[in-house]
């Protein structure tokens, strides 16, 4: 934008220049004097006038002494102001009025001109590029990058195995189109990635263009769609158009559900803009006229919304899914993103993998930024696993707010309500490991219940569903049990709400109740235009409604009264643990296992340190900011106790 500036302002400086050359060359007039009609007809009467032009209203003269004058007549006929002139003997002449040439014309349209010219080259700038005409709303805004532009390379992309492997044959033909020709095999049109976010789907096609040297365009699915009605269409025909005269090639389209969902889902008809910009990109991949030698590589996390018709063969005939990876890809993953950073010896990057299920590529990433960032704070020379661990828990737990003041009463309450979580946890079956349990406050909650599983999982049964409800409502239990109805607090209410949504799932998704069955109640209610929604009819009756209601119930008290029960029978470890917490503020696996086994809880490690690094930033805080702390706990505490599982039920 600031050579656009530039040349605007160059223009400028070329128009004031224009404007005082045409102004020099210009009719030239001498110093006329400026004098009311009044003051003309006085200098008649007293014999001062010698000469007198008269050019419809206006009037130019000459006194006696040769000095000129200008006027304007009042009106254009005057017989009177005549007669007075012709008898004081003043010289009277008529002219025909000037009539502006053409470079005055030129002088009066030149600013106008100006004006517009610069118009013009401001939008060709912001819709075009100043390609294709003043008004190029319609060229595409895919960006070329040529074959030594992209040095990302396949040994950049770690943890998704298969889905390296599926594209590799694009290479391969890109490299050598002949190997598949011979035999009559056509490459694939256009090819899917398709997973959760932050998993490397933009990655591995940046990988694929680095890999085969080729041209490569990329652009985003919202890039194509614009207010004005037709333009989207042009810019699908634009892009194919510069790929055609570059192929072979790739063309990459990343989050293409922007502009690939269903065609019909909205209320605005088939005249849509959207919908138009589908219908040509369905064209141009395989259409009446093919696009050979171009690869489509789409990018998105929502195939359930793309439209049928896109992902049939032909158009994306591949669907490669590029998901979270395993312990074995994360442990990939953090050996590339580690291996520009001075590691410590004792950093073992399988430890850290797995203690990351359920992470994603970018998350892991995110852990060694943190890490590195967690050792420059403190000066050292190297990225220790002390680092790693913190920033492990920086990103699954949120960042530690030791500013934060609790009173005794509410460290002791956040205390029980985690160890709450956390005996509920280690005591019914099937259920994660507790990995750490803390009431430093971390993000928006006072207290965290930290559970690690010991490896993948991918399915749940209903003994982990219904065990998780019951640590669930460990925290709420164990501040009633201890302190009484009328003490318990509202930092439970994300656990509620958790194990609510994971009891209804139960009876109506999943179909792990008896009664109803198994039985998908309500459909799937994520479609994002009113269209579906509204035209969708959920024949369910009441009395399915009811029952639907009273096994949920069912599921929630009965998970509720076995988290009861195993904290009435384990009060003394509750107390032990909760002790230790308000002692140490941090426990991990060495004092969980004390308490579990009766035995004195001995002190966490750099416990002391910690103490002391605690101890000189944590500032004084006022009796006032003590009882807004208390406020903050109603609303933010525990945030469901932080089920850091790393994968969501769904």
């Known amino acids: 934008m600031n050579d656009a500036i530039k040349t605007i302002l160059l223009w400028m400086v070329i128009g004031i220049i224009l404007i005082s050359v045409f102004n020099n060359f210009g009719p030239r007039r001498e110093t006329e004097e400026k004098i009311s009609y009044s003051a003309f007809l006085q200098k008649i009467k007293q014999g001062d006038v010698n000469t007198v032009t008269i050019s419809d209203q206006n009037v130019t003269g000459k006194y006696q002494t040769g000095k000129t004058f200008t006027t304007y007549l009042p009106m254009r006929q005057d017989p009177v102001l005549l007669k007075d002139m012709l008898d004081k003997g003043v010289i009277v002449q008529g002219k025909q009025p000037d009539q502006p040439g053409l470079w005055v014309h030129l002088l009066n349209l030149l600013p106008w001109i100006i004006i517009i010219a610069i118009w013009i080259y401001v939008l060709r700038q912001q819709t075009g590029g100043g390609k294709g005409g003043a008004f190029s709303f319609g060229r595409s805004r895919a960006r070329l990058l040529n074959a030594d532009q992209v040095k990302i390379t396949f040994s950049d992309v770690a943890g998704c195995e298969e889905a390296k492997e599926e594209v590799k044959e694009l290479v391969d033909f890109l490299k050598d189109p002949g190997k598949f020709q011979r035999l009559g095999g056509k490459i694939p049109r256009g090819v899917l990635l398709v997973g959760p976010p932050g998993t490397g789907k933009t990655l591995l096609a940046k990988a694929v263009a680095g890999e085969a040297k080729v041209p490569f365009f990329t652009i985003s699915g919202s890039d194509f769609v614009e207010m004005f009605v037709g333009v989207g269409a042009s810019r699908v025909r634009d892009m194919f158009d510069q790929a055609k005269k570059q192929a072979p090639c790739i063309i990459f389209i990343d989050e293409i559900d922007a502009v690939g969902r269903h065609r019909g889902a909205g209320l605005g008809g088939g005249h849509d803009e959207r919908e138009q910009t589908l219908n040509q990109l369905l ?48 442990e990939q993953i953090l050996r590339v993103h580690s291996r520009k950073l001075p590691l410590a010896d004792d950093v073992d990057v399988s430890v850290i993998a797995r203690g990351t299920p359920g992470f994603s590529g970018a998350d892991l990433a995110n852990i060694v930024n943190e890490a590195a960032l967690f050792a420059a704070r403190s000066n050292k020379r190297a990225v220790d696993m002390d680092d790693f661990e913190k920033a492990k828990d920086k990103v699954i737990m949120g960042t530690e707010r030791r500013s934060i003041v609790m009173s005794e009463q509410e460290k002791k309450l956040t205390a029980y309500h985690e160890a709450g979580h956390a005996i509920v946890g280690l005591l019914v079956p099937e259920h994660d490991p507790v990995h750490k349990v803390t009431i430093i406050p971390r993000g928006r909650a006072l207290g965290v219940t930290m559970f690690l599983p010991e490896g993948d999982r991918y399915n749940y049964t209903r003994e982990y569903l219904e065990s998780k409800i019951s640590s669930l409502f460990g925290g709420r239990l164990a501040e009633e049990i201890i302190f009484g109805d009328s003490k318990v607090t509202t930092g439970a209410s994300n656990d509620i709400q958790k194990a609510s949504e994971l009891a209804r799932n139960m009876v109506t998704k999943w179909g792990l109740s008896e009664k109803v069955g198994p039985l998908t109640i309500g459909g799937q209610d994520e479609e994002v235009f009113l269209g579906h929604s509204i035209t969708r009819h959920k024949e369910v009756s009441e009395a399915t409604f009811s029952m639907i209601d009273a096994e949920v119930r069912e ?96």
């Open 555 to 650: 599921i929630i008290d009965r998970n509720y009264k076995r988290a009861e029960r195993i904290l009435k029978e384990n009060i003394e470890k509750l107390h032990a643990m909760a002790e230790a917490l308000v002692k140490y503020e941090t426990i991990n696996l060495d004092q969980i296992h004390d308490v579990m086994e009766g035995k004195t809880v001995r002190e966490p490690a750099n416990w002391q340190s910690n103490k002391e690094n605690s101890g000189k930033a944590k500032p004084k805080v006022k009796e006032k900011e003590k009882e807004e702390s208390a406020e903050d706990k109603s609303l933010n505490a525990n945030e469901g106790a932080a089920q850091a599982d790393g994968s969501s039920v769904n």
């Open 283 to 330: 064209v141009e991949m395989d259409g009446f006229q093919g696009s050979e030698g171009v690869i489509v590589i789409a990018a998105t996390n929502r195939p359930d919304v793309l439209d049928p018709a896109l992902l049939r063969p032909g158009r994306f005939d591949r669907q490669v899914v590029v998901g979270l990876p395993d312990v074995k890809g994360r």
